[in-house]
């Protein structure tokens, strides 16, 4: 089975830093990962992406930095300076296939339970 199981959510006060992991199971996603969120009331958003390059929606550069971990099958995002505009349920995903885009939702087949995160005002 394939699993993605996100950590590292909590609550946070502006400012703050936060670390998010996401550990795989099952397959390992050599084409592309990325980390999407979801405010109440809202669509799910991109927030970041890495394959052989890294992509960031504009909100999050210069704060939040996505990275892998090949011996440990895990991808994180150490986040930074974070702000209540923040506040979101963050799901990491997964795909196997070369997709012409690693920003959409749509690219990816595979997604995590999500995990809290909170940052408070």
């Known amino acids: 089975q394939v699993q993605l199981v996100e950590s590292g959510g909590g609550l946070v006060p502006p400012g703050g830093s936060l670390r998010l992991v996401c550990a795989t199971s099952g397959r390992s996603f050599s084409y592309a990962m990325a980390w999407f969120r979801q405010a109440p009331g809202k669509e799910r958003e991109f927030v970041a992406a890495i394959s052989w390059t890294t992509r960031y929606t504009d909100s999050v550069k210069g704060r939040f930095t996505i990275s892998r971990n090949a011996s440990q099958n895990t991808m994180h995002l150490q986040m930074n300076g974070l702000k209540p505009d923040d506040t979101a349920v963050y799901y990491c995903?997964?795909?196997?296939?070369?997709?012409?885009?690693?920003?959409?939702?749509?690219?990816?087949?595979?997604w995590g339970q999500g995990t809290q995160v909170t940052v408070s005002s």
């Open positions: 995903a997964g795909t196997l296939r070369r997709t012409d885009s690693i920003t959409k939702e749509t690219d990816y087949d595979y």
